[in-house]
């Protein structure tokens, strides 16, 4: 079965830091460019970063760069995403997503079931 | 605010149809692939149309995709009562080097 689950989101205080991990099974993880997907609560979806198949190419929204680092163990089926420097306008619900043909500009045929994180004091 | 632009809200009487827009520009919609995604409150986006037009094993043909420029609908036949939940456009962004979604519209059946 294909299958991405979230883990590690939680409450989090402004400024500091976190790390969400996703891990994937029923495909081959090595051969797919992963994306992670947020959406505060009550708002929508908001694209967050990509990292390439192999970890050689990422690229972040505006909203996170400097602050999120996406990385990924292939040996480990995982993708990793450590946000630090954390600011109330994170929260929201992270979701990893597959693109349906592992290339970076298709469309997000697998999702996780998503992992809340929460910035606030 | 989104950059792709979706009508807030849309609704139908059970067996209509009804169509929902998402506008955009040259650097997304206009020059590469539109897909679209339907959430039901509480559980994670699904995918419902990708490449413009195509349609995932699974997903009935009652929804349909297209594309013309820089806009681009998703249209729903035979409306059930269970169709009834939030649908995003999404496609990626030369300019931004990123996707972009559209800001969602909640589909009610009357």
């Known amino acids: 079965q294909l299958q991405l689950v979230e883990s590690g989101g939680g409450v989090v205080q402004p400024g500091r830091s976190l790390r969400l991990s996703c891990a994937a099974s029923g495909f081959t993880f090595s051969s797919y460019a992963i994306h992670w997907v947020r959406q505060p609560p009550g708002k929508g979806l908001e694209w967050v970063t990509i990292?390439?198949?192999?970890?050689?190419?990422?690229h972040y929204a505006d909203s996170v760069k400097g602050r999120f680092t996406i990385s990924r163990d292939n040996s480990k089926n995982t993708l990793y995403l450590q946000m630090s420097s954390l600011r109330p306008e994170d929260t929201a619900m992270y979701y990893c997503a597959r693109p349906t043909s592992g290339w970076y500009k298709d469309a997000f045929d697998i999702w996780g079931q998503g992992t809340m994180v929460t910035v606030s004091s | 605010q989104s950059v792709l632009t979706q009508p807030p809200s849309a609704s139908g009487a059970p067996g209509q149809r009804v169509t929902i827009s998402c506008s955009g520009s040259s650097s997304n919609i206009g020059g590469n692939f539109v897909s679209w995604y339907q959430e039901v409150p509480g559980t994670a986006p699904t995918l419902l149309i990708y490449r413009n037009n195509q349609r995932p094993s699974g997903v009935p043909d009652r929804f349909s995709g297209s594309k013309s420029g820089t806009s681009a609908s998703l249209a729903i036949s035979g409306l059930r009562s269970e169709d009834e939940a939030d649908f995003y456009c999404?496609?990626?962004?030369?300019?931004?080097?990123?996707?972009?979604f559209g800001g969602g519209t909640k589909l009610t059946v009357l």
């Open positions: 990292i390439s198949y192999d970890g050689t190419y990422k």
């Open positions: 999404a496609a990626w962004d030369d300019s931004l080097s990123g996707w972009v």
